[in-house]
């Protein structure tokens, strides 16, 4: 008796670790079972999806693959007589899907898990290292581009204005051509007694025969009507006078009224003109602190694998022209000569028009007044007149509305070059923007597949919640300098992206470069082809071949992203075509003749550019940097100009959507499954259930079983 207690004892405690062993290996067992279970339901996803690198969950049951593999793995052994330590029966099972492909979280994590190895790769060595030669070129050309276009249309609008002011001197001045034929024509200091015989047609002609007008006046007096001899001669001198009289008066009051606002107006544009050269002179100052600057420079002093192409140009002709900046600003004296000058005239006049009245008054004095003197009015009026003509209107070395006029020439020694420049590169600018319109007038063949595109963008807009921002439209300016303006703004935007980039190689590297794996571009040859009339518009606008341009612009139309990749590589052209003609035409001197040169060399360079793209399919990065640039390398610059994450997504998104027939809205790509399981226990079970309680351990045990519920999730 006491040996079977002690082996009832020793039984006992070795039957409880018995089932805790099987509970232990039960729990190992189901757990791996369970994630067994999830892997096999997540292989089911969709294999349209996987064409583009991406995972969701296909059309299949999860619950029922769940189940069946569930099942399969607590089938009895095929070994006869087998002893079953493990007798594990599924109670029950639950699966949830979530977590949607269309969301920008998921579909970013995919892009980054399918390009994390080739993305960093690719952008360093294929972009990067291409650019960073000419970084501190593009910088300098860039900082001068952007001041010299600030300071021309300053500098244009401060000498037109100056030109206005000296025009309304100009047509002040002219009010008064006519006064001198009707004082004293020719001029002279003395005025000579003549004879009546003739109508007097100026003051000094009725100064000079008044005398005998009053001798004839005087001989007709008191004589009856019918005997008064000299009544035609008197009667046409004193008709001559009033025509004189009548005459001045016409000339000095409008004159009058000229001088008044003219020169006043004349005051005020110099003083705005003024205002002008005063913002010259500080757009020049705060100009050599330029933001956009550090982004060129973090490119250029990047440490990357691999090597660059060597540069033979560089930043230091672009830096020198605008240096010369400040010989566009004009002296603050010439503001206050023009000014005094203004002054001048208008005091002048004011002298004119009292000697002039005043003359007026004699003449119309003379027919009803005998002894008036006359002589002294016209002689004085004749010569305050002839100074004024001498001074403001009559060519000669004494004219200051001319000097002011050299003046102002002596500092526009290149002006009429410049605007010849300026011609002809708007000139070439029309044949692009015809070009351009050519192309936004293309095939609406494709039509009802970008609506369907838009429709599926709009949707997963809306699945994310983003804001929609409509595209803008592909613009070449007409103006030279703001089309090189504009030119060099989108480089700054490039090496910014690759500047912001080095800094961290996050989301946006992994976007662009999954764009450019996984999605088809214009053939740009077939584009030229089709300008010229030789290519098939139908080809060209189909939106399976504008799938890329459509990511980078989204126009929800068949010409607007072609449009606007042609405009945004001409723009790139024209910038790097630019700087070199700032370094071509540098030894030109005065810095907007140089600008002008540049960007007449950038357009008629950047017009060469796309040709050869085209025909060659490929394009030399510049002049200075021997590398070849193809038309997807340039969509790959782009993509880094327009950092818009989220609407870039969607288009992605949509595009999948319309290639795969598949809405990645609704395909889930993360899977959680919950599994109650059960054992039979062998020995002891309520001892058991109380260490189990005693342990404070969730898992049950019913009716002699021992139930564990197991949870396992998988994410693709």
């Known amino acids: 008796m006491f040996l079977i207690l002690i082996l009832a004892g020793i039984f006992m405690f070795v039957s409880i670790f018995i089932d805790y062993a099987r509970i232990a290996a039960f729990k190992v067992q189901a757990e791996r079972m369970t994630h067994a279970a999830m892997r096999s339901v997540m292989s089911a996803y969709d294999t349209s999806l996987r064409e583009y690198g991406l995972f969701g969950y296909g059309d299949s049951s999860g619950e029922a693959i769940m189940a ?11 070994v006869k007589d087998g002893f079953p330590i493990l007798d594990i029966q599924w109670d029950t099972t639950s699966l949830s899907m979530e977590r949607e492909l269309g969301r920008y979280d998921i579909f970013n994590r995919q892009i980054q898990e399918d390009m994390k190895y080739r993305a960093p790769v690719d952008f360093t060595l294929e972009v990067v290292n291409r650019f960073k030669p000419m970084s501190e070129e593009m910088k300098e050309a860039a900082h001068t581009v952007d001041l010299l276009k600030k300071l021309q249309k300053l500098y244009d609008k401060r000498e037109e204005l100056l030109d206005e002011a000296i025009a309304n001197q100009t047509e002040s001045a ?14 002279s200091s003395a005025i000579y007694d003549e004879m009546l015989r003739e109508t007097p047609e100026t003051a000094a002609e009725a100064a000079a025969r008044y005398a005998d007008y009053l001798n004839k006046k005087q001989m007709d007096e008191g004589l009856p009507f019918n005997q008064q001899q000299y009544m035609l001669e008197l009667a046409r001198y004193r008709t001559g006078v009033g025509n004189v009289a009548t005459g001045i008066s016409t000339i000095i009051q ?13 005051q005020v544009k ?4 003024r205002k002008i050269n005063e913002e010259m002179k500080r757009v020049i100052a705060e100009g050599e602190n330029r933001s956009q600057n550090a982004s060129y420079e973090k490119v250029g002093n990047s440490t990357l694998p691999g090597t660059s192409p060597p540069s033979t140009g560089s930043g230091s002709e672009a830096k020198s022209t605008r240096s010369l900046a400040s010989e566009l600003v004009r002296a603050d004296t010439l503001f206050d000569q023009l000014n005094a000058r203004v002054r001048s005239q208008n005091s002048d006049f004011t002298n004119v ?16 007044m005998s002894g008036v003197s006359i002589k002294p009015a016209v002689r004085q009026a004749s010569q305050v007149t002839e100074r004024y003509m001498d001074t403001y209107v009559r060519s000669g070395p004494s004219n200051v509305i001319l000097q002011s006029k050299q003046l102002l020439e002596s500092g526009r020694g290149s002006d009429a070059q410049r605007k010849a420049n300026d011609k002809e590169s708007k000139g070439k600018l029309k044949d692009v923007k015809r070009i351009l319109s050519q192309i936004e007038k293309g095939s609406s063949g494709s039509m009802k597949a970008f609506k369907q595109l838009e429709e599926y963008y709009n949707a997963n807009i809306a699945f994310n919640q983003a804001s929609r921002e409509e595209a803008k439209k592909a613009e070449i300016a007409g103006d030279p300098y703001d089309s090189g303006g504009d030119a060099m703004n989108g480089m700054d935007s490039l090496f910014g992206g690759m500047s912001n980039l080095l800094d961290s190689l996050g989301d946006e590297l992994f976007q662009n470069e999954y764009a450019l794996a996984y999605f088809n571009s214009m053939d740009f040859g077939q584009l030229l082809g089709w300008t010229e009339g030789s290519g098939d518009a139908g080809e060209v606008f189909k939106l ?15 010409s607007g992203n072609i449009a606007a990749a042609y405009a945004e590589i001409f723009g790139m052209r024209l910038a790097i075509r630019t700087a070199e003609g700032l370094i071509e035409n540098s030894k030109l001197g005065n810095p907007l003749l140089v600008l002008s040169a540049a960007i007449l060399y950038g357009i008629t360079h950047a017009i060469a550019d796309m040709v050869k793209l085209a025909k060659d399919g490929s394009v030399e990065l510049s002049k200075y940097i021997k590398v070849k640039l193809t038309y997807r390398d340039h969509l790959r610059l782009f993509l880094l100009m327009h950092s818009n994450n989220e609407r870039k997504l969607s288009r992605m998104l949509a595009l999948i959507r319309l290639n795969t027939g598949v809405n990645p809205d609704e395909k889930q790509t993360y899977a959680s499954g919950n599994m109650r399981s059960s054992i039979k226990l062998w020995f002891l079970p309520g001892v058991t259930r109380s260490i189990g309680a005693v342990m404070g351990s969730a898992d049950q045990v019913e009716d002699g079983r021992f139930f564990i519920d197991r949870k396992a999730d998988y994410s693709y």
Do not use: C, W
Request: charged share 25%; no cysteine.
């Open 353 to 368: 028009r009292n000697d002039g009245m005043e003359l007026n008054t004699q003449l119309r004095s003379v027919t009803v």
């Open 544 to 558: 399976e071949n504008q799938e890329l341009e459509y990511i980078v612009y989204g126009f929800h139309n068949p």
């Open 174 to 187: 002219d009010r008064l051509k006519g006064l001198p034929a009707l004082i004293m024509n020719p001029p």
């Open 270 to 273: 110099i003083e705005e003109a």
């Open 68 to 78: 069946k593999v569930l099942n399969d793995s607590v089938k009895p052994s095929a």
């Open 254 to 266: 409008p004159a009058l009224q000229a001088h008044q606002a003219k020169l006043e107006e004349a």
